[in-house]
């Protein structure tokens, strides 16, 4: 077809119209569901949900061509397309949005350039372990220069009664 970006994706596995999962479904590849799942479904490609699928839970994929049911969210980073017999109850987060006309859609759409994928989401989360670890460590430095502190407070109390005693002294003499 002309005008039309040729796209070569393999479909790696095919979940059929009269299959049904209650359960996460995870994929490494591509896939195609046209069954039902009660669950999330996380495919690192793209995936394809054709007219009669049913996908209750959050949805996350390369891309995604939505013809079927979705009550949940959808992370596509690169791509979310909705046919004109998709049906979608959720928020979606992709760069490109695709809605055809008579498709029914309820909620919202981000389209910040920044969706993040897995890869990000895995070194966003790394970031904040080292993070906690630099907050425990600021906190375990604070604490110590608070004990450090009352240790000088002490010893200034200690002192200041004798000195307290020596001015009263010159006072009288005087």
Partial sequence: ???KKSTDTKMNTLIGAGA?????????GSARIDGKIGGNVTVTGSLILGAGSVVTGEVQA?????GGEV???ITAPEKAELTASAKVLGDIATKVI???EHAIFQGKIDMNQTVPDKKEKA????ATRVGR???????AEALKEVEEEEKRENQ???????????????????
């Fill in 1 to 3: 077809m002309l005008g």
């Fill in 20 to 28: 049904e999962l209650n359960g996460d479904f995870t994929l490494d």
């Fill in 62 to 66: 390369a891309s995604v061509l939505i």
């Fill in 71 to 73: 009550t949940g969210n």
């Fill in 98 to 100: 695709v809605i055809d």
């Fill in 123 to 126: 070194k966003a989360a790394k």
């Fill in 133 to 139: 670890k630099s907050a425990k460590a600021a906190i």
């Fill in 156 to 174: 200034e109390n200690t002192a200041a009664p004798e000195q307290t005693q020596n001015t009263a002294a010159e006072e009288t003499t005087k």
